[in-house]
């Protein structure tokens, strides 16, 4: 029930509104009592100071940000996270309540989370890193954090180079690299449309993790449940990350497993309305 005393948070994004996070958060707020709602702004690229601004003077709870905000976030808040300033990149905004904006970056957490959730602690794991965009940035320097050895492979060069805390090499080595790794995470979108997989050697004991959600069962998980590795999808990144948003926002632990069957609920509802 929305009242006079409801607080508003929500996403801003462009485009945003097959966005899973309104599932997500609001599952979250209704499983602890918050009487606060979360909503999509869809939001053109160049407004993303408006829109900060606008959440400062609307009182809102805070923002998640996604792309194209998450640089402009980084530039437009009033301090920043280590995490977030070495990424450039900020997913979460939260308003104080002197009106102050604090940008953060819950990827990377959110990953670290999902794979220890799901039983693996990465702690001095080699772990074998495909694609070089922001999430594998994020997850990158979590991973290295958590005291794990990265490799990055990428088809450009120059960004494998520019991951933090990660050894750079050659999109083609992957094959021979995922052999002689612990685990191997897929942050390249390859594995969203139909059957084309990510393509590395999957051996009995790797730990596979993808961060496509959409599908939740990608070419690479199959091969992986195939040849008898753990899988770790990417629904838990997800949940995680989105879970730490409704911790800092709230100062409570978040109700992660109603979270991700919120987010599992959703995704089944547009599955069942694509025919
Ligand atoms: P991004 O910034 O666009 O980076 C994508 C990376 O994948 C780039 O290194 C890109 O290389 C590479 N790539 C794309 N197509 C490729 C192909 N066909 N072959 C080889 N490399 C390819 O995207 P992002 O934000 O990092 O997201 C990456 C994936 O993770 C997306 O599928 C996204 O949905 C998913 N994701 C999931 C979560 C979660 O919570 N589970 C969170 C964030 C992202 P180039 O630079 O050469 O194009």
């Not at 976030?73 to 604090?102: E, F, K, M, P």
């Not at 959110?110 to 890193?129: I, T």
Request: proline share 4%; aromatic share 2%.
């Amino acid at each position: 029930m929305i009242s006079g005393c409801t607080r508003v948070a929500g996403v801003i994004g462009d485009p945003v509104r097959h966005s899973l996070s309104p599932a997500l958060h609001n599952a979250a707020y209704d499983a602890l009592g918050l009487d606060w709602v979360y909503v999509t702004f869809e939001v053109p690229a160049g407004s993303t100071r408006a829109a900060l601004q606008a959440a400062r003077s609307l009182g809102l709870v805070g923002l998640s940000v996604t792309m194209p905000h998450k640089a402009a976030a980084a530039d437009a808040c009033d301090d920043v996270s280590a995490d977030a300033s070495r990424l450039h990149s900020v997913n979460t905004v939260t308003v104080a309540d002197d009106g102050r904006l604090h940008g953060d970056s819950t990827d990377g957490e959110g990953f670290l989370r999902s794979l220890r959730a799901a039983g693996h602690d990465p702690n001095g794991c080699k772990v074998l890193l495909l694609g070089a965009g922001g999430a594998a940035r994020a997850v990158a320097l979590s991973l290295h954090r958590a005291a794990a050895h990265v490799q990055v492979a990428a088809r450009r060069a120059d960004a494998a180079a520019a991951v933090p805390d990660a050894t750079p090499i050659a999109w083609d080595a992957r094959h021979d690299a995922a052999r002689a790794v612990d685990i191997v995470v897929n942050a390249t979108p390859i594995g969203m449309d139909g059957d084309e997989t990510v393509a590395v050697d999957v051996h009995r004991g790797l730990v596979v993790a993808d961060l496509v959600y959409h599908p939740l069962d990608t070419p690479l998980l199959r091969a992986a449940r195939a040849a008898h590795a753990p899988t770790v999808d990417g629904l838990g990144m997800l949940v995680h990350q989105a879970a730490l948003q409704v911790e800092r926002w709230s100062g409570r632990a978040a109700p992660v497993e109603t979270m991700r069957a919120a987010a599992m609920r959703e995704l089944h509802r547009r599955g069942s309305n694509a025919g």
